[in-house]
């Protein structure tokens, strides 16, 4: 089994080499039409379907394509063509949870919506646009900042942990998201890009997680910062 963890090519360099102890590492490059602030975010640009299947965005960097395709992960290309401005730039940002894939589905790619419902996905309607930065399925929950997604995951009967997201940093932004500061994948746990330590609520969700038998592996002795999430593959 190899593991791939997919991420911003800005993310610091002792989250990188923390995560070289435990796979490959392909990091995610500036999208063209990006903001600055966002360019390189994995989850702005790259759908992920399962443990070996992704949806890239057109245009996509041709270093970040290349990576990925010495992979062996399963590559199809959206169709969608990413803008600067919202909701321009949020084709790719979709949340999975189970069979339910929330997002706001006015602007989800084409491509990403046929390959999901192909697999048997429901698709649920959020204003938010951005549902996979702003949320995590963290074994059978979501993990989010979000009080939209929370009300909808409670209305679908989708178990959600809500927290305030004011601590977790974002540049060129106010704040950033939980989803954006993250990844999951059973053997290893949640994986944060900096300590809990360092969030006003970082006691309440440790807990939170640690009664739901969560393992939690800081990758940053430093605030939460939002890059773009971290996506993982298993092949």
Do not use: W
């Not at 927290?163 to 704040?175: A, P, Q, T, V």
Request: contains cysteine; charged residues 25%.
């Amino acid at each position: 089994m190899n593991l791939y963890f997919v991420l911003s090519c800005q993310a610091d360099e002792k989250i990188i080499a923390e995560l070289k102890k435990y796979g490959n590492v392909i990091l995610v490059y500036p999208h063209p039409n990006l903001n600055e602030a966002v360019c390189c975010h994995a989850d702005m640009q790259i759908t992920c379907i399962n443990q070996n299947t992704l949806v890239y965005a057109k245009d996509i960097n041709k270093k970040t394509l290349n990576s990925l395709k010495d992979t062996g992960i399963k590559l199809i290309e959206g169709n969608t063509q990413i803008l600067p401005k919202y909701p321009g730039n949020i084709a790719y940002n979709a949340l999975k949870v189970g069979r339910n894939i929330y997002h706001n589905t006015k602007y989800t790619d084409c491509i990403v919506k046929r390959v999901f419902t192909d697999k048997g996905f429901n698709f649920v309607n959020v204003r938010q646009g951005y549902a996979g930065c702003s949320s995590i399925c963290v074994k059978d929950f979501i993990l989010t900042t979000d009080k939209g997604i929370e009300k909808k995951a409670k209305e679908l009967g989708d178990k959600c942990f809500c927290f305030n997201g004011d601590d977790i940093i974002l540049k060129g932004y106010d704040r950033g998201f939980i989803g954006g500061c993250s990844g999951y994948i059973e053997n290893l746990g949640l994986l944060l890009t900096g300590s809990l330590e360092y969030h006003r609520e970082g006691c309440k969700v440790k807990e939170f997680l640690l009664k739901q038998g969560i393992d939690i592996l800081e990758l940053n002795d430093d605030l939460l910062e939002d890059i773009g999430g971290i996506q993982i593959y298993k092949l």
